[in-house]
């Protein structure tokens, strides 16, 4: 079975944010963790996010096995095994795992597996005004990429 | 826990129009979606009305009527606050007539239909809003010139878009939203960009124009000089519908590309092969910023590119700039009985002599509000009344904004927060959000839909801007309806359906036909677009539009440019926030906590300024603080600041208001005007940059 994966299709990404907003209501998150983020450089944007990496450095690098990837290919931290020594973060090449400093544990992208499972696409792709977040299996979602077809809209 | 109830209805945290989902849960908004349903944002939903929960349920949010006594704001009931404000209402009626009270509001926020009634009956002409310079000057224009705005159609498929001054993906273009324009704009459509900054679209442009600010029309006519020079027009369309088009082809002749791009800074060549994409491509759509309003080329801006649209012949064709036929509803004018203010109260409109198309449109401009106030001259306003609008920080020259309204013997202000100008008020009134209301949204635009906003909770004691209102004019003993819903019923009696019935259906649409002059000619005197203005010339005013510098930059006032050399490009919108609104929402506050301004590498290096540094930004007008971000995108004589910045976390009076707004840089001065509207300029004036001493300005903690 082909695995999950989240890509932001960048050269789309025109920087309106809206993702983060949803990602931070999703997740009922206040000020401060980021779990999709847009940088701006104008005219760029670079979406910082997590790509669920197959084999995954914050997975290698957590001492407490706090991390895992599940059968889907969604890539999870258990945060009661976490003891937020903030290696994870270190590891990913992306700066996508985060640190909530309130409960002193690291926290990051589930893919929003609770809309997964009823059908609803991550919060972040389902308020993109360029439809450029694509989620999926992986092979599917790279298709998408490279043929350019990528959808424009998500409904 | 109760059960989770969904609530279909309509954002407002713009102007509105996105159709939005509020799941609701013991009496409380848990989250909001975009609704896929929604035929304006097809699901999609900014940051801005998904962050409304913070903006709804926030702490500082004023919930009850507060009245300001010598030991400050204290909690009053509404029967209390209406009572004092109807009582010196009442006084200054009774001593110095009604036209010394203002009514007012800011960007245009789906209330208009109902301020407009009150003001109308209470018997005043002096209503000040921001349609002087944004929507409503554009309206009056077009009025003027070819009988009603043609706005972009998205639906009928494009194949050249001209993005001209507009960023809708950011911001919103007031009728439909960036996710229309996307998908018009991916079925392939050529895109061409105007904007002195380079953006996302620029990027993405097959040809991106960066002009100097200010100098729109200027290009506009030199697209029309191309167009009429290569013989690229529409001599159909131009021969049957257009009135004056050869004094017009005249006119264009006096701007010849040299000119142009003296002017402007844009190429001659890329003018060139811009206005021939623009009118060799059709359809082609012209969608149009608000920058093109904020000058004193307002009017004429506004009447050069509806002389392009008609020239290319793209007026109301499928695809190009059409004039949508609205729902079966009444329209906000019927609604707010204009016709109810007497001729001799009309006569009163402060300025409505000198700015005629203003008058038309029934707004004053904030200058002679100021004016009437400071200097009590034609004769002074003596109270006002002002809903969801902070003139101290998003109106021109904002010292003197700040002056007038400290100066005002009573103020009353509707809003959701303590902002700089509610700190000038004598009573505070506390509005509804967008999820307290029940409306038949989007009445005023000109897309063609009306959409219903329906209510999804109440919070403490506060009321829809319309019920307040309502309430007050019945105070005054005009004639209102029991409830804000049987007001509803009114609006939507035409269309055959109550307010009941209407939240059911959930949007109407108007039957759109195309080509309707070809039957009925346009709404104009002599039923023609009318490039060469009857009602302009009668009014004694140049019938032929015409461009215009502006009265401060380096080629007027080269004096002042030696000691203030930049052109400063003031109001960079962004898309967390909306004017001065939103700078208090965690979310929203997280991803821009500074006000930016953008300055080119190499004048950055110039003066010794590094990313992220404050800088200290002066105009003639006085200096202001904004954090230093480099961008190469834009010219190096041009600086870009962010607009409508204070400090809602500063508690002290003033929240901080003076230390990164820009409009204390901006002018107001009469010269400074567009002659016929009034418009202020919001955008463009001269400035300096230098380092700032002070680094510790922004004040904001996560």
């Not at chain 2, 012209?286 to 920058?291: A, E, F, I, R, S």
């Not at chain 2, 008609?310 to 004018?333: E, M, Q, W």
């Not at chain 2, 001065?669 to 202020?680: I, V």
Request: hydrophobic content about 35%; proline content about 6%.
């Amino acid at each position: 079975m082909a695995k999950l994966t989240l890509m932001f299709f960048k050269k789309e990404c025109m920087g309106c944010h809206s993702c983060e907003v949803a990602c931070k209501q999703e997740h009922g998150l206040g000020v401060g963790p980021r779990l999709v983020q847009v940088i701006e450089q104008a005219p760029d944007f670079y979406p910082v996010y997590c790509h669920h990496c197959p084999d995954a450095p914050c997975k290698k690098a957590c001492p407490e096995n706090a991390i895992s990837r599940d059968e889907s290919g969604v890539v999870l931290i258990d945060r009661q095994q976490c003891i937020g020594c903030k290696e994870c973060l270190e590891a990913c090449p992306f700066g996508a795992m985060q640190y909530d400093e309130k409960q002193e544990v690291a926290i990051k992208c589930d893919l929003c597996i609770e809309r997964l499972k009823e059908n609803r696409p991550p919060a972040c792709s389902s308020v993109c005004p360029t439809g450029c977040i694509h989620w999926g299996d992986s092979r599917s979602v790279a298709k998408q990429i490279s043929s350019g077809t990528a959808r424009t809209r998500i409904h | 826990m109760g059960q989770e109830q969904q609530i279909r209805t309509a954002c407002r945290n713009c102007h509105g129009g996105c159709g939005v989902i509020a799941h609701v849960r013991d009496g409380k908004v848990v989250k909001v979606e975009g609704d896929p349903a929604s035929p304006i944002s097809h699901g999609t939903l900014c940051s801005k009305g998904l962050a409304v929960t913070q903006l709804a349920y926030h702490p500082d949010r004023i919930l009850y009527p507060m009245k300001k006594t010598g030991k400050g704001w204290g909690r009053i009931s509404w029967e209390e606050a209406l009572e004092t404000i109807a009582a010196k209402f009442r006084e200054v009626i009774e001593t110095n007539g009604p036209e010394s009270i203002v009514i007012g509001q800011g960007t245009g926020r789906d209330y208009e239909s109902h301020l407009y009634r009150f003001a109308n009956l209470l018997g005043t002409p002096n209503v000040l809003t921001a349609g002087h310079m944004c929507y409503i000057s554009r309206i009056g224009a077009t009025l003027v010139t070819c009988g009603n705005l043609p706005v972009t159609d998205w639906h009928g498929d494009p194949r050249c878009i001209v993005m001209w001054a507009c960023n809708p993906q950011w911001t919103n273009p007031d009728e439909h939203k960036g996710v229309e324009f996307w998908q018009a704009y991916k079925k392939g459509a050529k895109l061409i960009v105007i904007d002195p900054r380079k953006g996302f679209l620029a990027k993405k442009a097959d040809l991106w124009l960066q002009l100097r600010p200010g100098t729109d029309g200027a290009l506009a006519m030199g697209f029309l000089n191309v167009i009429i020079e290569e013989d690229l027009y529409d001599k159909e369309f131009v021969d049957r519908y257009v009135h004056g088009w050869e004094a017009f082809a005249e006119r264009v002749k006096q701007y010849p590309l040299d000119k142009v791009e003296a002017i402007t800074w844009v190429k001659q060549d890329l003018i060139r092969r811009a206005a021939r994409m623009y009118a060799r491509i059709k359809p082609a759509a012209l969608q149009w910023g608000v920058p093109t309003e904020q000058t004193l080329n307002c009017t004429d801006c506004t009447r050069t590119l509806v002389g392009l649209m008609a020239a290319a012949g793209n007026l109301d064709i499928p695809g190009g700039n059409i004039f949508s036929v609205p729902p079966k509803v009444r329209t906000v004018s019927e609604f707010s009985r204009h016709k109810d203010l007497s001729a001799e109260q009309r006569s009163k409109r402060l300025g409505g002599d000198q700015y005629k198309l203003a008058s038309r449109v029934a707004l004053i401009s904030p200058k002679a509000a100021w004016d009437a106030i400071l200097t009590e001259k034609p004769y002074p306003l003596k109270a006002g009344l002002l809903c969801g609008t902070n003139p101290v920080i998003t109106r021109a020259n904002a010292r003197e904004a700040y002056a007038a309204l400290k100066k005002l013997e009573f103020l009353a202000v509707i809003d959701f927060f303590m902002t700089p100008t509610a700190d000038l008020a004598d009573i505070f009134l506390p509005a509804g959000t967008w999820l307290e209301q029940n409306h038949v949204a989007d009445n005023w635009k000109r897309h063609g839909f009306v959409l219903a906003r329906q209510k999804a909770v109440e919070i403490g004691e506060c009321w829809q801007d319309h019920k307040i209102f309502m309430e007050l004019g019945k105070k005054m003993s005009q004639p209102w309806w029991d409830t804000v819903e049987d007001a509803l019923d009114y609006l939507l009696e035409p269309s055959g359906l109550t307010w009941e019935e209407f939240k059911q259906v959930g949007h109407l649409k108007g039957e759109m036909t195309y080509h309707k002059y070809r039957q009925k000619g346009f709404s104009t005197p002599t039923g023609k677009v009318e490039l060469y203005s009857t009602v302009l010339e009668k009014w004694g005013h140049d019938p032929l539009p015409k461009y215009t510098e502006m009265p401060e930059s380096p080629v007027s006032t080269p004096e002042i440019a030696e000691q203030f050399p930049y052109i400063l490009n003031a109001g960079l919108r962004t898309p967390t926030f909306f004017h001065s609104a939103n700078r208090m929402i965690p979310w929203l506050r997280e991803i821009r906590p500074d006000p930016i301004v953008e300055i080119h590498p190499q004048t950055a290096e110039k003066h010794g300024i590094e990313s992220g540094q404050w800088v200290d930004i002066s105009s003639p007008r006085g200096c202001v603080k904004l954090r230093a971000k480099l961008n190469a995108g834009i010219d190096p004589r041009v600086i870009v600041a962010e607009h409508g910045w204070w400090y809602p976390e500063i508690k002290e009076e003033g929240h901080g208001w003076d230390i990164s707004n820009i409009n204390i840089l901006t002018d107001n001065s009469p010269q400074s005007l567009d002659p016929l509207m009034a418009a202020t300029n919001l955008r463009v004036c001269l400035c300096s940059i230098s380092p700032s001493e002070n680094q510790e300005v922004s004040t904001w903690q996560s």
